[in-house]
DNA sequence: GGCAAGGTAGCACAGTCGTGCTAGAAAAGG
DNA sequence: CCTTTTCTAGCACGACTGTGCTACCTTGCC
């Protein structure tokens, strides 16, 4: 009944992750499609076997890549969030978490790119997305009442509408930022949603 | 040299249409990756060898169908901005052809959102994605331009970066409209494209 | 040492894939 | 009538798919 033996030890979190990591590439290189079973345990150098040994279907490796882009965007943000200095730069730097400035969130951004294609036809992806995008979504209302009350926006908007705006131009640039990086590079992007942030103060 | 017979006129650029959209029909229905020729052959009620007469390869498929979206917003886009009344409403109603606004629309942006995706590893699709969003960001900076001039925005705005602006709502109202449809109804798309117009000219 | 369990490896199956290919049906000019 | 061309049909090939499955290696407790 209880466990007798303990043998090695090996973090299966940490292991899900390292195979996880893996599937990025995968999906990044060649595109969801070709996330494979076969190609997955190729990139990470591992073997079929051992692979569903963490992800019994291949369905729940995606599930995973997905969840994963989501934790890590959440736990940069959160960082950001609990950083000092004034208001409205640290809104912003929170804000950015989820756009793809450098080479790690534009890794993430693309596989949510992918993964977002794919959930309007898979259900399991579809429900995680939407948790996810709730969570965005009420944070940046939360980002518009914050700045009305402080001062920083004008007291007569509609929070909840601007909330709205506000998701649309986040996940806007996200989408332009991967699809026109040339175009559209991480200094225009900041540029774009601070010119956001402070036109919602615009009273002139 | 010269043709000497014309047997059975069919008009090709029509087949090929037809054709297209049963290729939409099973990306709204089982995604990108289960548009394989058989499937597309079996949903439009033909075989694959009359498939493979029309699109030679499995990306000249994908190619058309991505085509015909853009084609089909832009013939739409310029239907409006052709009509009469006052600018504001009629801008808007142009940059609303490219939003899921009805069954149609909302056809034509799942299977963007699906290739636009699916363009992030096919330089074939990439291509053709660079030259429709070249476009679309060409025209809403055109859009903030005429606000401009016509006094329906603020004069000193900086006009590239608002358009750039716009793009972003544009694409992120499109986005979530198609992966968030209960929080997202039409009628408030048009609600939160309508503030940001009517944001730029706001000077209180 | 033995043994149980965690972890790895990869074969086997039945199926789907894209595409090359041949063969026939349909239609219009001679 | 026959010929020519367009269009349709679908078989055949080799490659790849997800998953069930067995066998093996490694580890740590008894």
Redesign the interface.
């Known amino acids: 009944m209880l466990e007798k033996a303990v043998p090695r030890i090996v973090d299966a979190d940490q292991r899900r992750r390292e195979l996880t990591e893996a599937v990025w590439r995968v999906i990044?290189?060649?595109?969801?499609?070709?996330a494979s079973v076969r190609a997955v345990a190729r990139e990470a150098g591992t073997s079929m076997g051992a692979l569903r040994h963490w992800f019994g279907t291949q369905d729940e490796l995606l599930h995973f890549a997905m969840t994963l882009v989501m934790e890590r965007a959440r736990t940069r943000a959160e960082a950001a969030a609990a950083a000092g200095g004034p208001l409205v730069p640290r809104l912003l730097r929170v804000l950015e978490e989820t756009l793809p400035l450098d080479e790690e969130r534009r890794a993430e951004t693309?596989v949510w790119?992918?993964l977002?294609?794919?959930?309007?036809?898979?259900p399991q992806l579809a429900g995680l997305?939407?948790r996810s995008?709730?969570e965005l979504?009420a944070f940046c209302v939360d980002v518009v009442r914050v700045l009305v009350a402080e001062g920083a926006a004008?007291p007569d908007l509609?929070v909840d509408?601007?909330g709205?705006?506000l998701?649309?131009?986040?996940?806007?640039?996200a989408?332009?930022a991967?699809?026109?990086p040339s175009?559209?590079p991480p200094d225009?992007v900041r540029?774009?949603l601070a010119?956001?942030l402070a036109?919602l103060g615009?009273?002139?």
């Open positions: 990044r290189r060649d595109g969801v499609a070709a693309e790119l992918a977002t294609a794919r959930a309007l036809v898979d997305r939407d995008s709730a979504h004008r509609d509408l601007e709205e705006r998701y649309a131009v986040l996940d806007g640039l989408v332009h991967v699809t026109r175009v559209l225009r540029e774009v010119t956001h036109a615009a009273t002139r």
